[in-house]
């Protein structure tokens, strides 16, 4: 019954996400060929870039096209084996577009830049022509680059320094060390993948191991891999349980969820929010998880069905998103004390208060309302 009632109100949902002005993708280019048309500074950066990603990358300009930061580009590549910039002096034509993954061009006027680009249209190759929107089957975004982990900033060509300004402040908050931490993750996971199953375990195994890949910089020790599938040994090893958090939200204002609601949100199997919920708090959840659209209770209260519950106790991380900035942490001590002894935590998230008032919690006259589930010890 639960499974058919969740089918049924994704349905009538809202949408999960709002319109695309564009699809970020990341493109796998390593050891593929590329074509750079022009030798400019600019057309420099874009086969530096295309090489940092491990593409060949085949410039074609004539000699007196090449600035000095083409000409020096290959020798300061000579440290990346997988990195190649071939030069071929002469200028571009509809041939040179065969077995090329990406073409891109720093073109002289609009009329290059439409004979380019309708070549490798004819191709079948998609083209980026700098400083040329109309001529761009794909955009470069600003990038954060803590490779493997890759943040890319687009603004759809409306604003790059507005993109350049958000990058900035990502690049506060990602450390320098994060790309280690990556790496570890790509050798362990599919050891890790055998040791735990798909689910809340493996999420909470992941959700520490991002806590200590963020936390203060530090890269990871000498034999971490290890230390890591231990854990997980011992993870495995614990009767796991489900979990309940009551979420508190402004119904109008996703800014005002705090970090601990929005992970929360990103962790949840299930959703049951209050209908005027607004659709920009769900964009923070995570994209799989179900949700659930319920109508408020009488004078205002919060409404728990019965369904949460019954997943919660079968090891599903619940979340009850309430349209207000405060919670009741006790969720009804007997509730929540039948829902522990099966194994289920039950926490409160307080949302932030909005009105000048300190946050603090509902009070007695705003309890919880739960179903008519019969909680017996």
């Not at 006027?109 to 109309?134: K, L, Q, S, Y």
Request: charged share 25%; with cysteine; proline share 6%.
């Amino acid at each position: 019954m639960p499974r058919r009632r969740l089918q049924q109100s994704e349905e009538g949902c809202r949408g999960r996400i709002a319109p695309l002005a564009a699809l970020p993708v990341f493109w796998e280019l390593r050891g593929r060929r590329v074509i750079v048309a022009g030798g400019s500074a600019g057309a420099a950066w874009k086969a530096e870039l295309l090489a940092a990603a491990g593409a060949e990358v085949h410039v074609f300009a004539d000699e007196e096209q090449m600035s000095e930061a083409m000409r020096e580009l290959p020798g300061s590549l000579e440290h990346r084996p997988a990195s190649r910039i071939i030069h071929h002096p002469r200028a571009w034509t509809p041939d040179s577009f065969a077995g090329m993954a990406l073409a891109i061009a720093d073109c002289a006027d609009e009329t290059e830049a439409e004979a380019f680009c309708h070549a490798a249209d004819a191709m079948g190759v998609p083209a980026n022509v700098i400083d040329r929107p109309a001529f761009c089957r794909f955009r470069f975004g600003s990038i954060v680059n803590r490779s493997p982990v890759i943040v890319s900033i687009s603004t759809d060509g409306a604003a790059p320094i507005l993109a350049q300004a958000i990058r900035r402040r990502i690049e506060t908050l990602l450390p320098l060390t994060l790309g280690a931490w990556t790496v570890i993750a790509q050798k362990i996971r599919e050891r890790l993948n055998e040791r735990l199953l798909s689910g809340p375990l493996r999420r909470v195994f992941w959700e520490g191991f991002v806590d200590r890949a963020l936390a203060g910089g530090k890269p990871p020790e000498e034999g971490m891999a290890a230390a890591l599938l231990n854990e997980a040994d011992t993870l495995a090893a614990e009767p796991s349980g489900g979990h309940l958090a009551f979420v508190g939200a402004h119904p109008s204002d996703p800014e005002l969820l705090t970090l601990k609601a929005v992970r929360a949100l990103q962790s949840a199997d299930v959703i049951f929010f209050d209908d005027d919920v607004a659709g920009g708090v769900l964009e923070l959840a995570r994209r799989e998880a179900g949700r659930v659209p319920l109508a408020m209770g009488r004078g205002g209260t919060p409404v728990l069905p019965d369904e949460a519950l019954t997943l919660a106790v079968a090891g599903k991380r619940v979340v009850r998103l309430c349209s207000s900035d405060l919670v009741d942490p006790t969720c009804e001590a007997a509730q929540a004390g039948w829902l522990r002894k099966r194994g289920v935590t039950v926490e409160a998230i307080p949302g932030v208060a909005t009105t000048g008032q300190e946050v603090g919690w509902f009070g007695a006259n705003h309890n919880v309302a739960y179903g008519t589930l019969q909680l017996r010890a």
